[in-house]
């Protein structure tokens, strides 16, 4: 039996949207398989994203961002979860039509710089989604 796709949901992909696939990779195990996504691709991580996942001991300095458009067509998510407002406004209809849809929004969201606060808030939400789950 194959385990449930997440997909992770953000415009661009290089900073927010990294973190929290990532954590939830972290926390989850082989529970799902987790992906991410942007509707705006940027290149790689943000620098200090990558800090503040190492702190964690999380090391992301080898991934990249992606398009949305790697996806469609080729796997079918059971959680598309977006992480930005931007992001279900621009991302095509296909992956906000599957799955259980969910908007993750945070406090320093719009303003998003990595921070250790930021991670341990989506930390925190994510454990408690796990459980609820």
């Known amino acids: 039996m194959s385990k449930p796709k997440i997909i992770i949901l953000r ?24 992906f991410s996504a942007g509707t705006g691709q940027r290149d790689r ?12 001991g999380i090391d992301i300095s080898s991934r990249w961002s992606k398009s949305v458009m790697e996806y469609l067509g080729k796997d079918n998510f059971g959680y598309v979860i977006d992480v930005s407002e931007d992001a279900e ?31 341990d808030q989506i930390e925190k939400r994510m454990r408690l989604w796990l459980i609820e789950g």
């Not at 991580?45 to 964690?56: A, D, F, H, I, L």
Request: hydrophobic share 35%; with cysteine; glycine share 6%.
């Open 11 to 34: 415009t661009g992909n290089s900073a927010f949207s990294q973190l929290v696939k990532e954590l939830l990779r972290a926390l989850a195990g082989e529970q799902f398989e987790v």
């Open 45 to 56: 991580t943000m620098p200090k994203t990558q800090e503040v996942m190492r702190e964690v």
């Open 89 to 119: 406004e621009d991302c095509p209809e296909v992956f906000l039509n599957k799955g259980t849809h969910g908007r993750w929004s945070y406090d320093e969201e719009r303003h998003f710089i990595s921070t250790q606060s930021v991670r």
